[in-house]
């Protein structure tokens, strides 16, 4: 686990930053916010890429600045990967040669801890049938692929990742995110992760910072972030959900059923071993509420649960959050729902889940 402390302030024409506080980076952590928020901005200057920032910024007991004491390291004096939207690799040189430049700096750098070996990150990122290709020849995956593994052979204590999908289709998303959950368990390196999309988060990271208007708004578990009604101007209320957490049981007519707090639910099949836990998103306009156990109806997932809150904020919708055996879980039905249901905080009651998101990632 690495502990990134920062105290920063950057101010320009349009747009300042204020960042302060520490951050224990272990796995994968989303820097999470909407466009604008400073997310970018606070990426480069931790890279070293930004030197008009004022203040501190370590990683462990390494100090990279400090302008009270007129410290600051450069890129690429700093222990990081960066991986960029766009992949910036050489386009004149194949794929192996630009692995082997990434190399070649690091074994100038005496301070690196364990050096990556190029075989381990060639099988880790299955780049052995690209090697002899050039760039342009590469679809965006495989080169970002490569932008990753080059990232690695820097041999980093930190990789630094600025929105590496967000120019990719959904099947090239598809195709690259399983590499980027495998990047902390193969290698031992937490990642900071950029995004303003939130399946994203929810399927690769542990933890998230929520950026907004360059000022910390959150930062912590991503269940509890993602649940607080007071967050939603900045994560987005139609993306208001929770995360659950469940056991992969058996598949059976192309459909696999997922333990949650001993209740089931019934997703579209996945290629998981029973027994294995998930994580996955349900939104909270994707549930529907009732008073007694429903019969008779298409929606096949129905969980037990109690209500914990009633936030009746809107004049149409109310925001509910639930107890399912000690996971939350949100539910938005109108107000109407609410006093017709005659719903209130204690209630028991039956959580209909339309559709089930699995945009949550396997877990150890």
Known sequence: MAALSTRLSLSLEDFSLEISGGLELEGITALFGPSGAGKTTLLRILAGLEDRAAGHVSLGEETWQDTGRGIFLRPYERRIGYVFQDGRLFSHLSVEANLLFSRKRARKRAQALRPIETAEVIKSLALQPLLQRKPDSLSGGEQQRVAMGRALLNSPQLLLMDEPLSALDLGRKAEIIPYIERLTEDFQIPVLYVTHNVEEVTRLANTMVLLADGRIAAMGEISEVLE????????????????????????????????????????????????????????????????????SLSIRNTLTARVLRIDLDETVFAELLLDVGGQHLRSRVTREAVEELRLQEGQKVFALIKSVAFEGRLLA
Do not use: C, F
Not at 251 to 279: F, H, K, Q, W, Y
């Open 228 to 295: 607080r009604v007071d967050l939603w101007p900045v994560t987005g209320r139609l993306e208001a959900g929770a995360v659950l957490h469940a056991i992969v049981g058996e598949t059976t007519n192309g459909m696999t059923s997922l333990d949650v707090e001993g209740e089931t639910l019934r997703i579209p099949a996945l290629e998981v071993v029973p027994g294995t836990r998930v994580r996955l998103r349900v939104q909270a306009r994707e549930v529907a509420l009732a008073t007694q156990r429903p019969e």
